[in-house]
């Protein structure tokens, strides 16, 4: 079965410290994707990953990807308010590149002043 | 650019209904998708296509239909709505590199 699993699915955290969400996958992909859900609106997307070592960072956010152990970290650096949000993997599982999304379940950040 | 426009943005729907959720991008964009989003939980794949003409199944298509006739229209059918069918749907549009645009959603009530 196709499963993307994120963790943790809930994260409070203080202004200023770090965090990472982690997301696993249970099979072979080398297109990652992440995304900001703010309350009741649509998804932003933040970072594409597209190879085994791939690394980007936009701000106090750095995505990375594993594909060997199937995992994409998203690391959170000195945390503010306006980070708080949902956070979504989504794996390419498609042979021919079609783009079908499987996501995880998502990860709510609360960051409190 | 308009980017993906959805209407309607909200709608109610007896049991047993029938009702198509538009989706229109403006960007050229040859390969689209519509997803389902349940409180709490990630999207599910409902149906995509990768051009006009063209379409598949995705994770959970069952109780809806989809055409293509146009690049930028991708409608989809809901002909006998359920209340298990209550959920926000998105539309997304992508070129033929990777990233996904995706619209603001039709939240659908079904009682």
């Known amino acids: 079965e196709l499963k993307v699993e994120q963790n943790p699915l809930f994260l409070s955290m203080q202004e200023g410290k770090n965090y990472t969400i982690y997301c696993n996958y249970s099979?072979?992909?080398?297109?990652l994707y992440w995304y900001r859900q703010d309350p009741g609106k649509s998804l932003e997307s933040l970072f594409v990953l597209l190879s085994n070592g791939a690394v980007k960072q936009e701000g106090r956010l750095m995505a990375s990807l594993d594909t060997k152990a199937r995992l994409s970290t998203l690391h959170i650096t000195a945390a503010v308010h306006d980070l708080s949000a949902t956070y979504f993997c989504?794996?390419?599982?498609?042979?021919?590149?079609?783009?079908?999304?499987?996501f995880g379940q998502g990860t709510t950040l609360q960051v409190k002043p | 650019n308009a980017g993906v426009t959805q209407t309607p943005k909200f709608r109610i729907l007896k049991i047993g209904q029938s009702m198509t959720l538009q989706c229109t991008q403006d960007?050229?964009?040859?390969?689209m998708y519509w997803y389902r989003q349940d409180p709490g939980m990630g999207l599910k794949l409902i149906y995509y296509?990768?051009?006009?003409?063209?379409?598949d199944k995705g994770e959970v298509p069952n109780g809806y239909n989809v055409s293509r006739s146009t690049t930028e229209d991708f409608p989809l059918r809901l002909e006998l709505a359920a209340p298990s069918q209550t959920s926000v749907y998105f539309c997304?549009?992508?070129?033929?590199?990777?990233?996904?645009?995706f619209g603001p959603g039709t939240r659908l009530t079904v009682t």
């Open positions: 989504a794996v390419d599982m498609s042979a021919g590149n079609t783009g079908k999304l499987i």
């Open positions: 099979t072979t992909s080398d297109r």
């Open positions: 296509s990768v051009g006009a003409g063209i379409t």
């Open positions: 997304a549009s992508r070129p033929t590199s990777y990233e996904q645009y």
């Open positions: 960007m050229n964009h040859n390969y």
